[in-house]
């Protein structure tokens, strides 16, 4: 009787579970489908795209092609991520660590409003504002002509990848410091006055104890920023003239000179590849924090 | 580095166009055990976070030994501080929190160790160098906080409210092993706290601060027998005030009021000569463990009291306190010094 019972009982849970999925999926399902069609089947139907040649056979014929005419151009679009993100990294820190630890009231308040504005420029505009501030006869060389630091002889074209590392550097910088100065206002005081208190000066403070609490906000800041330099397509453009260039510039050009998809996308997969790697470091750093807390 | 003297004079600290403190003097000698106690807002915190050098003077200057240490970061000061939410830093072990004072002083990774392991051992938590600090109970954080300001041998130690966050059980008995171990460390020791009791247990000398003054600076005896205005009376547990009438004992001339403890007052016990009385009617009667504690409506004012047994509510009953339990005020609500007779109570 008990055994019967039991199993009427067993057997009567999944017809009452059944529906609960259905609804639950049917309550997903507009979300899912909006990702599916707008985000993950572009996705792979680049990254197809990018194994296939024009009668539809599997080829990597494309990825080759890409490293062995674009190589140039994808190692000096990683170095000039690398060393934008480095530029970044430093000069949020230095400010992210001023607003925390500042003691010139005035100064403090002046700098939280003085460093966002270029939040609010797009990149484009940005690229714009960099062509005419870092060329031979732009106003970068003329300020320091005019004030005597510099021969007029001198004066050099920063529109190379030099220039692109300013101009990345400067439209992100902002972005990474609102994420860090927020991490970093958002540390309980105490334990910055702990330090100060056993003897650590600002400068220890700031590198021992107030950035290692805030470090996965830098991170995020950085892979998100890095994201949109690959992903820059005016910037590169608007500075650099020859070659070799950031992967946007050869991809567009790639498109709309040659119409070769193929191409385009084999150097999209090195983007998604880079990025991917960068995603993959800080979930496992963020993990074995996690595992250690 | 050994114990020293701390010297607060007329410490002036201003925020925002408002007085937070006001004219302190304080004079703390070396190895003692000084309690800032008042209520919260008083600015006892404030005053602590001052010494420490993280809220700038106004005015005044703060004396450690013979240098003044007003104007000096805090880093430089070489007070230690136990944080009310003990500020152990996560990202670090137990033995790299307490390591790191060490570290800041260049002490050697191999010295810093062994070091850091006798003091875990004197804290009792020998073995807990690899714990993240994550993983610690309230009590060991706190003891782990209190090692870390210990372990460079400071001249002064620092406490705001380092027992608030435990419960009664673990804070009586850090209560004891605190004032134990700042006794053998002989170290200056200055502690904030809101709880009287505890300050009364610990203290060696008590400010007692209201307003951003200090009210009163005394050893607790005196200022549990003497407080100086019927507020820090209040604030010491006296929730009693009557004002005198001519048949009350004369404890001191020209007293106005009076105050006592509740537990001081006894109800519907034979009459003694040289008490003061009350007839009142009673309107609660609560079992408090050691008795009962009672409510009495006189003319004059509600009035509280113990009796050893309950008392049906409705009924008259006389209220009777000793007169060496009464508290004389003058009529600007000051403690008035009593007469030479009670010499138990100066």
Known sequence: MSTSSSQAHSLAV????????????????????????????????????????????????????????????MLFSVGVASASLALIATISIAISGYLVLGTTPWAVRLLRW????????????????????????????????????????????????????????????????????????????????????????????????????????????LILSLVAMLSALSVPMMLIAGNPTMMTSMMAHR??????????????????????????????????REATA | ?????????????????????????????????????????????????????????????????????AHLPPEKRHTAMVFQSYALWPH??????????????????????????????????????????????????????LGRALIIDPPLLL??????????????????????LQKSLGITTIMVTHDQEEALQMADQIVLMRAGKAVQIAAPQTLYQQPADLGVARFLGVDNTVTRNKQDPAVASGAATFGFRTRDARINEPLCSATLTRKGRVTECVYTGDGYQISLDTNEAELFATATSPITLGTFAVLQVPESALIPFGPDDRHLPPLDRHEDIA
């Open chain 2, 159 to 180: 406490l705001d409210e380092p027992l608030s966050n435990l419960d009664a059980a673990i804070r009586r008995s850090l209560r004891s092993e605190l004032r134990r």
């Open chain 1, 114 to 221: 003085l460093y966002r504005w270029p939040l609010f420029i797009p990149f484009v505009v940005t690229g714009q504002i960099a062509r005419s501030f870092l060329a031979t006869n732009g106003m970068m060389n003329n300020v320091l002509v005019e004030t005597g630091l510099m021969a007029s002889n001198s004066a050099q074209s920063f529109l190379d990848w030099r220039g692109l590392v300013l101009t990345f550097a400067w439209k992100q910088i902002p972005f990474v410091t609102l994420l860090l100065a927020g991490a970093m206002a958002a540390i309980d005081r105490s334990h910055i006055e702990a330090a100060r208190n056993v003897g650590a000066n600002r400068l220890r403070c700031l590198f021992e104890i107030i950035l290692p609490l805030a470090a996965p906000s830098l991170w995020v800041g």
């Open chain 2, 92 to 145: 670090m072990s137990v033995g790299d929190n307490l390591g790191y004072p060490l570290k800041l002083r260049g002490v050697p990774r191999a010295e810093r160790k062994q070091r850091v392991a006798a003091m875990l051992e004197r804290l009792e938590l020998g073995g807990f160098e690899s714990r993240a600090v994550t993983q610690l109970s309230g009590g060991q954080r706190q003891r782990i906080a």
């Open chain 1, 255 to 288: 498109i709309t000179y040659y119409g070769d998809y193929g191409i385009a996308n084999a150097l999209g997969l090195f983007s998604y590849a880079l990025t991917a790697v960068t995603a993959w470091i800080y979930l496992r750093l963020t993990l074995r």
């Open chain 1, 14 to 73: 999944p017809s009452r579970r059944l529906p609960r999925i259905s609804l639950g999926m049917l309550l997903v399902l507009p979300a899912l489908t909006a990702i599916i069609l707008l985000y993950a089947l572009p996705l792979a139907r680049s990254l197809v795209t990018a194994f296939r040649d024009s009668s539809g056979v599997w080829t990597t014929d494309h990825v080759v092609r890409a490293f062995s005419l674009y190589g140039r151009d």
């Open chain 2, 1 to 69: 580095m050994s114990t020293e003297a701390l010297t607060l004079n007329n410490v002036t600290v201003d925020l925002r166009q408002q007085r937070i403190l006001d004219g302190i003097h304080l004079d703390v000698s070396p190895g003692s055990f000084t309690c800032l106690l008042g209520p919260s807002g008083c600015g006892k915190t404030t005053l602590l976070r001052t010494i420490a050098g993280f809220t700038p003077l106004s005015q005044g200057d703060i004396r450690l030994g013979a240098r003044s240490i």
